[in-house]
Structure formats: structure tokens, C-alpha cells
T-cell receptor, first 114, second 112 residues
Framework: SQQGEEDPQALSIQEGENATMNCSYKTSINNLQWYRQNSGRGLVHLIL?????REKHSGRLRVTLDTSKKSSSLLITASRAADTASYFCATDPLILGANSKLTFGKGITLSVRP | DTGVSQNPRHKITKRGQNVTFRCDPI?????LYWYRQTLGQGPEFLTY????????KSRLLSDRFSAERPKGSFSTLEIQRTEQGDSAMYLC??????????FGPGTRLTVL
């Protein structure tokens, strides 16, 4: 079953603009991760935020986590055409013996127009 | 390229045939995961290995599916008597611990 729900489902922006993607989840987590997937390919790990962290940065990426609202956001600043891809949030559940298996949302399709 | 390889990249088979996929993880990673992804959906967990031990299997993994990881290195996923509903992308991931997984390019299975 899919725990995460991303919002919006699709996003189209102009190159240079910022893209904000949101994710909500249902159960308690160890951490939340964002992945990118280019069409028909595997997933690339972008950033991980632990449950005791509120904000994290990596290059042009900024991720926030609000565990009280069970939500996260991913901000990509100064977007480029190469950022066009599907973006997924994935949660590592806080369950004994969960083995860090990830539960993914359905993904957000980001299109960056040149 | 994450360092995780999967073969074949594409497989077309007829309903009822058996298929086997291979995953070569990053060599020092003791954790290995298989996921399945259908069109328009996120990946769904299938099974997990720590070294050679298969520690968890999803309800999605029916008895037609079997996975192995002999010697804790590469892993294989076999589907017997394939059905059209098995058509999907099969993704393998490895990790050294609980802080992020490295995914392979996937094997796209089409069952005719």
C-alpha cells in the first residue's frame, strides 16, 4: 500500500523558477527520503531527513519535515530543464523489524520548460 | 549510474513462461531490496535480504515468486507461470544501512 501522497500530481514551471512539492504520510517514521526518476529509469536518491530534523539543504534542494502534521516538502530552486523528472517521497517506518523497507507515494511529475 | 546493475533491462515473455532477473548490488552493501513499480505508481516493496538471509517478504510476493541471494552477493528474482498482471518494472536496491537506498536501472517485464 502507498503511504505517502504527493501534491501536486503534476507541476509545470519555467526554467529558473522554484518548484515546491509536498508529501503527506500516515505512520510514524525513522526518516523520509526524496527520490528522482527519469522516464523509464531507476530511482536516484536525492536527500534524506531524519524524524528529529526539521530542515535540510543539499545544493539547490531544500527539504522540510513536520512530524506533527506528517508532511514534508521538497523545494528545488532555480530549476533547470534537466530537473524534468518524476519525484517520489518515501518513508522509512518506525516499526520494530521494518528493515528500512521504503513506502513510496505515487510521485509528482515535474516539467521544466526551457 | 548508482553502481547497482540489473539484467536484463527488458524482458518480453508469453503468459505462462518463467522468467529470472538478476541484481548485482554495490559490493560492500549487505542490504538488498526488490521493489515492483507499475505505470503511474511508486515502487512497492517485494522482499528484503540482509546478506544471504531473506528476512522479509511482502504479501505481493505470491508463491509464484521466489528470490535468492546466494553468498550474500548478487540476487535473483524468479517469476514462475507469468501472468499479464506481472507486467511491471522490477527494481533492485542496495544499502549499507538504514540511511538511503541505491537503486538499479530496473528490469521492465512485459507479459503478452
Amino acid at each position: 500500500s502507498q503511504q505517502g501522497e504527493e501534491d501536486p500530481q503534476a507541476l509545470s514551471i519555467q526554467e529558473g523558477e522554484n518548484a515546491t512539492m509536498n508529501c503527506s504520510y500516515k505512520t510514524s517514521i525513522n526518516n523520509l527520503q526524496w527520490y528522482r526518476q527519469n522516464s523509464g529509469r531507476g530511482l536516484v536518491h536525492l536527500i534524506l531527513i531524519r524524524s528529529n530534523e526539521r530542515e535540510k539543504h543539499s545544493g539547490r534542494l531544500r527539504v522540510t519535515l513536520d512530524t506533527s502534521k506528517k508532511s514534508s516538502s521538497l523545494l528545488i530552486t532555480a530549476s533547470r530543464a534537466a530537473d524534468t523528472a518524476s519525484y517520489f517521497c518515501a518513508t522509512d517506518p518506525l516499526i520494530l523489524g521494518a528493515n528500512s523497507k521504503l513506502t513510496f507515494g505515487k510521485g509528482i511529475t515535474l516539467s521544466v520548460r526551457p | 549510474d548508482t553502481g547497482v546493475s540489473q539484467n536484463p533491462r527488458h524482458k518480453i515473455t508469453k503468459r505462462g513462461q518463467n522468467v529470472t532477473f538478476r541484481c548485482d548490488p554495490i559490493s560492500e552493501h549487505n542490504r538488498l531490496y526488490w521493489y515492483r513499480q507499475t505505470l503511474g505508481q511508486g515502487p512497492e516493496f517485494l522482499t528484503y535480504f540482509q546478506n544471504e538471509a531473506q528476512l522479509e517478504k511482502s504479501r505481493l510476493l505470491s508463491d509464484r515468486f521466489s528470490a535468492e541471494r546466494p553468498k550474500g552477493s548478487f540476487s535473483t528474482l524468479e517469476i514462475q507461470r507469468t501472468e499479464q498482471g506481472d507486467s511491471a518494472m522490477y527494481l533492485c536496491a542496495s544499502s549499507p544501512g538504514p540511511l538511503g537506498q541505491f537503486f538499479g536501472p530496473g528490469t521492465r517485464l512485459t507479459v503478452l
